[in-house]
């Protein structure tokens, strides 16, 4: 479907540009979606029992495992609302069905929720390690191994100060993840999957080990969560405490108390918002993918988090978990399972390091959402365009990660280390943005009249009415815990709601100051530019031939190689087509742009000077914008709809043109057959240029392979019969013969001899450059260079 | 007043809670059935 945004009056006058509304993206597996899901909702298995325990008493793991199942509830409404909108976050959601002040609440909410995911993974990291080392310490210790005067120096076995010391670990990881984030890392599902998998061998030998240890050895007793079996905490009851300072509180209302200790637990379920976020790049048939993710994620968050809840209880004794094994239960578990100790030692080890690798992998989840997150409300006009201004060399939203990350150094220190002020802190985002996403999905059922894959269950009718009891009871359980966690998690509910205020007053004065100057450049725009929305990029409605040469352009203070371009190819024989993509990437949430979102101030800065060095050349050149996941993906996706026959980018400040063939190379395999072969032209900024084949090619011959060719070619046409024999059916024969021995009982012989000559080249000419395998590098002048005989 | 008003709160917040839990643990059950179909491939694609 194709609509003109603007009317055709004066159309003549305004340079036309063409504006893809649909991203590119590369699809992934259900598993892959889950995992990546999973890297942020399972890290609270780490620290979710212990602050629920110090909160509620020894029953806390039934909690757990309570709000594990009611989770499968909420992973229910996430699975409606995907049905709906392909990105079914809590912002699109909330403004659809209570408007724009609301979503603006419910997404200062949900930035609280995604600041502290950081600090709190960090330092939950940081206590798992530190516990280690200290633990190590004295097992050293024990055996004589520290040296006296070390022993002497700390008046006993050395050790860390647990907190400050998480402290600095958790800045170190924070600081590290801002830099990934300013250079634009690339966020891979290959390597969630990978941490999952690791993560699940430490899941099958944990619960195995500790069913065989409980077999030998007993369990203790988990009380039932009944009134009479909490004991909370003076800070676990919060403003309640000084009403009810007896701790009465959960005999005088028994139910009262089951749904403080079920607050109290609720961040086990944190990190379900990042299924609306994948869900856009679940591969087809989306709907069945995203109900299997979220099997997976509900099954293995239940197994995971609740299970290791309740064995923490039954095995740790009374005497240490709580005053030792708080902040690293999971750790205490491996050391309380039956065996030897080195065994245990090590097991714990592993512990720590699947620990490390999730907790510090949130981390960056909390940068990249939250980054996706403002980008989205940005893109909306929520947020002024100043924080979604470029970095000058790497090309990244470096102002919002700046604000966000200072955000959480400034929790990392205020926290002083302390997990469970951070999880109590945390449980408000995680509550209030899911209370918003349940209540406006609610109002949605009576208001919304669109497509809907799937609904929750349990509805029923009165007469011509739907009455959505499933939707109505979840949103009333989510509604009542938010309500009750205000009154009884005093730092949270100061925090959080001066947190949201704050957030609050940005987005409503971005918003206010957005809306005049958008109108002002909206004017400007509309003179200067006629925007044209298309779904998808295809050749024939954009009415440019095959054959074209892509030019991708990002900053506007470097367009070389648009000049380059439009020096080298004749617009007679080729179209030129300048293309920005728009990167979306993992974390933006809500839904699909509209155009002028997409083409916002700086795309209109771009293509104005990109239109005036076209202008210069006296040449005409097509415009176009991609919304897309990955630049590379766009690039190439853009290039095989187009049917490009070169693409030419400028060099990167951050790779070599090496390393951009093999990552635009890299792009390519994955695009689905048929595929088309272009040439990459990188011009660096004297004019020199490096040009890569894309896609399967004649590979590059050495002058003796040449000669030897031509040698036997020689050597051949003088038998009688063969005279008419051509060079390429030498090379057939070879071939064929070479598959044939490959495949038989010479393989092992012919690797020999590959690694064996491969490693002399290599040692000749110096290190190489990473190729991809379907990447060839040509001469150094962009030519082709005829090396047939 | 204010004691019976917070009172008040809390016998709403309690129903709504329990009502909620009910309502949740018939979601739950509904939900663990037609998850169990389509792990198991009998389920109908997408219906409404």
Redesign the interface.
């Known amino acids: 479907m194709s609509s003109p945004l603007q009317p055709a009056a004066n159309l003549g006058k305004r340079v036309r540009i063409v504006v893809a509304t649909s991203v590119m993206l590369t699809f992934i597996s259900f598993w892959r979606a889950a995992a990546i899901v999973l890297n942020d909702l399972a890290s609270s298995a780490f620290y979710a029992c212990g602050i629920a325990e110090q909160a509620v008493g020894k029953s806390a793991p039934w909690f757990i495992v309570g709000v594990m ?2 989770s ?2 909420v992973r ?1 409404v996430y699975v409606e609302s995907c049905s709906m909108f392909v990105r079914g976050g809590v912002y699109r959601v909330v403004k659809e069905a209570l408007g724009g002040t609301l979503a603006k609440l419910s997404v200062s909410a949900l930035m609280f929720d995604y600041v502290l995911t950081g600090p709190i993974s960090g330092v939950s990291a940081g206590q798992y390690i530190v516990g280690l080392l200290n633990e190590v310490m004295v097992t050293a210790d024990a055996h004589g191994w520290i040296p006296r005067a070390i022993h002497n120096i700390f008046h006993g076995t050395p050790q860390f100060d647990v907190n400050w010391t998480s402290v600095v670990f958790a800045l170190a990881v924070t600081i590290y993840y801002w830099w990934e984030n300013i250079k634009g890392i690339h966020e891979s599902s290959e390597k969630a999957l990978w941490v999952m998998q690791v993560t699940t061998v430490m899941v099958v030998l944990l619960l195995g080990w500790s069913a065989f240890t409980l077999f030998k050895v007993g369990w203790q007793h988990v009380p039932l969560p009944t009134p009479g079996n909490l004991h909370f905490s003076k800070e676990s009851l919060g403003f309640l405490h000084h ?1 009810f300072p007896d701790q009465s509180l959960a005999q005088k ?1 028994g ?2 108390g ?2 403080i200790a ?1 607050g109290h637990s609720v961040l086990a379920m944190s990190g379900e918002e990042s299924l609306a976020q994948v869900n856009r790049e679940l591969a087809h ?1 989306k ?2 993918n995203l ?2 993710a979220a ?1 997976v994620i509900a099954l293995y968050s239940f197994i995971f988090t609740g299970l290791t809840a309740l064995l923490a209880v039954m095995l740790i004794p009374d005497a240490v978990r709580v005053s030792v094994y708080k902040d690293n239960l999971i750790a205490g578990l491996a050391m309380y399972m039956y065996g030897p100790e080195i065994l245990r030692l090590l097991f714990r080890g592993f512990v720590v390091v699947v620990g490390f690798l999730i907790l510090s992998g949130a981390v960056n989840t909390a940068i990249i959402g939250s980054n996706g997150v403002l980008n989205r409300v940005s893109e909306d006009g929520v947020l002024s365009d100043w924080f979604r201004f470029p970095h000058r060399k790497y090309g990244t939203s470096y102002r919002i990660i700046n604000m966000i990350v200072g955000f959480q150094i400034f929790t990392i220190l205020a926290s002083r280390g302390d997990v469970y002020a951070l999880g109590e802190a945390y449980a408000f985002g995680v509550i209030w943005s899911f209370a918003f996403k349940g209540l406006a999905m609610l109002v949605l059922r009576f208001k919304y009249k669109g497509e ?7 509805n029923f009718h009165i007469g011509k009415y739907e009455i959505p ?2 939707m ?10 938010a ?2 966690n205000l009154f009884t998690k005093s730092v949270a509910t100061i925090s959080g709601i001066a947190f949201s205020l704050v957030f609050f007053a940005i987005f409503t004065a971005s918003e206010l100051i957005n809306r005049k100057k958008h109108a002002l450049s909206q004017q400007h725009m509309n003179d200067q530019f006629q925007l044209l929305q298309r779904d998808t990029v295809e050749r024939e409605s954009l009415r440019i031939r095959a054959g074209n040469v892509l030019v991708p352009v990002r900053d506007y203070n470097t367009l070389v190689h648009l000049r380059w371009a439009l020096e080298k190819f004749d617009i007679h024989d080729q179209d030129i087509v300048v293309m920005s993509a728009r990167v979306s990437r993992f974390g933006a949430a809500a839904y699909d742009l509209a155009p002028e979102q997409i083409f916002s101030d700086y795309e209109q800065t771009l293509f104005t000077r990109a239109v005036s060095v076209a202008e210069s050349f006296g040449k005409k050149v097509s415009l176009l914008v991609v919304p897309a996941s990955d630049v590379w993906t766009a690039i190439v996706q853009t290039a095989q709809n187009l049917e490009s026959s070169s693409v030419v980018i400028g060099v990167s400040s951050k790779m070599s043109p090496e390393e951009q063939a093999f990552a635009l190379g890299q792009a390519w395999e994955a695009l689905s057959e048929p595929k088309r072969q272009f040439v990459l032209q990188v011009v660096h900024p004297e004019d020199h240029l490096d040009t890569f084949r894309i896609g399967p090619h004649t590979p590059t011959m050495k002058d003796e392979d040449v000669l030897l060719l031509h040698r036997l070619w020689l050597s051949i046409t003088r038998e009688p019969g063969l005279e008419n024999v051509h060079h390429h059916e030498i090379l057939t024969e070879a071939l064929t013969r070479f598959a044939r021995e490959y495949g038989a009982r010479e393989r092992e012989e012919i690797l020999k001899e590959l690694k064996r000559t491969g490693n002399a080249t290599r040692l000749a000419g110096g290190p190489q450059p990473p190729t991809a395998p379907l990447v060839r590098k040509e001469g150094g002048d962009g030519s082709f260079p005829d090396r047939g005989p | 007043m204010i004691s019976l008003l917070g009172v008040l709160l809390v016998r709403i917040l309690e129903g709504m809670f329990v009502v909620g839990l009910v309502g949740s643990t018939v979601v739950l059950l509904i939900t663990f059935v037609e998850d169990a179909e389509l792990l198991l491939g009998r389920e109908d694609s997408n219906h409404p």
Request: aromatic fraction near 16%.
């Open positions: 199942l009611f499968f509830t229910a009403s209302f139910i009262l089951i749904m079920f048939p709907l069945q109900k299997k099997i809907r894959g799937w609904k929750v269950p349990a009891f499933g109505a009871s979840i949103t009333m359980v989510l509604l009542a815990t309500v009750i």
